[in-house]
T-cell receptor
Framework: GNSVTQMEGPVTLSEEAFLTINCTYT??????LFWYVQYPGEGLQLLLK?????DKGSNKGFEATYRKETTSFHLEKGSVQVSDSAVYFC???????????FGPGTRLSVLP | DTGVSQNPRHKITKRGQNVTFRCDPI?????LYWYRQTLGQGPEFLTY????????KSRLLSDRFSAERPKGSFSTLEIQRTEQGDSAMYLC????????????FGEGSWLTVV
């Protein structure tokens, strides 16, 4: 079945540091890939997405590139801020079903 | 606010009681999803509606769980005879079939069974 694996957290960085959160997936066909962010006490918000191989999703300084050859969708940001502290979820949706499969989440803490 | 709305946001109940959660999706969205999220885990799919039809159910949705969307607008998720293992956040999400691939989540309903 479909699955998503993320690097384990928590990840603790200083403000303005470079961020990478690894995500790899297993799926049949050509899924769409997503990053969602969850701030404390809130639901999930879509951060970015990519629907086909080599697409790059970007938003709020975050980027991720759909790499079919390595089945990966790593999240990056060049300079993190304290306000980026949250839990980040990688997810996929295949082209056959309607539901999303989420990874376990990676907690990011950014220190001033 | 035109986002997905869920209530109650928090519910504490005694084991064995029934609880019901309500979800109001974004108004033009015809698809509605329920997910469950436990601490430290990602959301797990429970069920999905297109308009009023329940099209898919996860095996996680035991017979104590029932979801409805009677008029294709709001939805309810009822849990009967709650157990401590039901303690989780129940997330609702919605989407529009014309907007491929993107679903929008509500803020969730926290359930604590004591």
């Amino acid at each position: 079945g479909n699955s998503v694996t993320q690097m384990e957290g928590p990840v603790t960085l200083s403000e303005e540091a470079f961020l990478t959160i690894n995500c790899t997936y297993t799926a049949t066909g050509y899924p769409s890939l997503f990053w969602y962010v969850q701030y404390p006490g809130e639901g999930l918000q879509l951060l970015l997405k990519a629907t086909k191989a080599d697409d790059k999703g970007s938003n709020k300084g975050f980027e991720a590139t759909y790499r079919k050859e390595t089945t990966s969708f790593h999240l990056e940001k060049g300079s993190v801020q304290v306000s980026d502290s949250a839990v980040y979820f990688c997810a996929l949706r295949d082209n056959y079903g309607q539901n999303f499969v989420f990874g376990p989440g990676t907690r990011l803490s950014v220190l001033p | 606010d035109t986002g997905v709305s869920q209530n109650p946001r928090h519910k504490i109940t005694k084991r064995g009681q029934n609880v019901t959660f309500r979800c109001d999706p974004i108004s033009e969205h015809n698809r509605l999803y329920w997910y469950r999220q436990t601490l430290g885990q990602g959301p797990e799919f429970l069920t999905y509606f297109q308009n009023e039809a329940q099209l898919e159910k996860s095996r996680l949705l035991s017979d104590r769980f029932s979801a409805e969307r009677p008029k294709g607008s709001f939805s309810t998720l009822e849990i009967q005879r709650t157990e401590q293992g039901d303690s989780a956040m129940y997330l609702c999400a919605s989407s529009f079939s014309g907007e491929k691939n993107t679903i929008y989540f509500g803020e969730g309903s926290w359930l604590t069974v004591v």
